[in-house]
């Protein structure tokens, strides 16, 4: 995947927040359950927490508590996006940098769902981005530090992302990478906002869990509506009237694929959190399922095609 060199990137719903008082790093912090809020890999907090010994017990919200001690979090934090402005400017910026790419991809993205809310004769209201580094308060859903992963938040409609997870997704879960690879990540967290546009994540009871849970379902629709964007990617124009993203391969979708399977329940039990896998325990799907989804909207492009919540079959 390439990004049109001349395009023109749009850093308005981007806040850089690694500036501004972030830093510090390590498991700890606390991120609201339930809506999306843990996110594309979130479920790994619950396993090396609990195989440091830690607790699992609830918070007041529905969040997730960690061991005192081990949050290393940041107060006062401030968006400063001078820098991305300034370096942010076109596609080719987003060819030869991790932040700008994700800026051109948060672009696409707003440029598909606006259109297909418009479509739908909704108003899209897009999210805002925000990078961190190490740890991160946030607006409605606490604290959290960059183990949790990316993840969005449902009372803020904010998503959250420390840029150094796609290095994490390569060295400790051994994806392929790449940048339709990493779009797949962004487009998932995309996902759970527009699940909280339409109400979708309000079906879900927090910490539900097992092979067919809501919140299963919840992530399972978040990696269909990721790859109903991949479908439009090379063809949504953004403001600037073009298309930022061309040249979308075979490798590139097989990349996504390969970090849905990387990324599911079965496979983080597996490799990451003892050996033992335990369907009770599942929050995001297994590997196939999440591969299944992600494939049924990348190949319909059709998000009425992902309704997880209304089938028995979830892969």
């Known amino acids: 995947m390439r990004f049109d060199e001349n395009a023109e990137l749009d850093t308005s719903n981007i806040d850089d927040l690694r500036r501004g008082g972030g830093g510090g790093g390590g498991i700890g912090g606390r991120v609201a359950m339930g809506g999306g809020g843990l996110g594309i890999v979130g479920l790994i907090l619950f396993f090396l927490v609990s195989a440091l010994g830690g607790g699992g017990g609830s918070t007041n919200g529905g969040g997730f508590a960690l061991p005192d001690g081990l949050s290393g979090l940041s107060q006062g934090q401030t968006a400063d996006t001078t820098e991305i402005a300034q370096s942010c400017r076109t596609g080719a910026d987003a060819n030869r940098s991790i932040d700008c790419e994700v800026t051109a991809v948060v672009n696409s993205l707003d440029g598909y769902w606006s259109d297909a809310f418009a479509r739908a004769g909704q108003t899209y209201q897009p999210p805002r981005t925000n990078f961190f580094s190490g740890s991160v308060n946030t607006g409605g859903c606490g604290s959290a530090t960059s183990d949790v992963g990316p993840f969005y938040c449902p009372a803020d409609s904010e998503v959250y992302i420390d840029l ?5 997704l390569e060295s400790r879960f051994g994806a392929q990478g790449g940048p339709f690879a990493r ?10 906002h527009i699940q909280n546009l339409l109400g979708t994540n309000r079906q ?7 092979p067919t849970s809501g919140s299963v379902r919840l992530e399972l629709q978040a990696d269909c509506y990721a790859g109903v964007w991949g479908n439009h990617a ?4 953004t403001a600037s009237g073009r298309p930022l993203i061309v040249d979308v391969n075979q490798d590139d979708v097989n990349a996504a694929l390969d970090t849905a399977e990387r990324i599911g329940d079965d496979f983080i039990q597996s490799n990451l959190g003892g050996g033992r896998v335990d369907q ?8 196939a399922q999440r591969e299944k989804w992600y494939t049924t909207g990348f190949q319909t492009g059709d998000p009425a095609r992902c309704d997880t919540f209304s089938t028995n079959n979830l892969g």
Request: charged share 10%.
């Open 164 to 168: 150094s997870f796609f290095q994490e």
């Open 183 to 192: 779009a797949y990540v962004i487009a998932h967290e995309y996902g759970h």
């Open 204 to 210: 879900v009871r927090a910490g539900d869990s097992g």
């Open 234 to 237: 090379t063809s949504t124009p």
């Open 280 to 287: 009770s325990q599942f929050t995001h799907g297994s590997s």
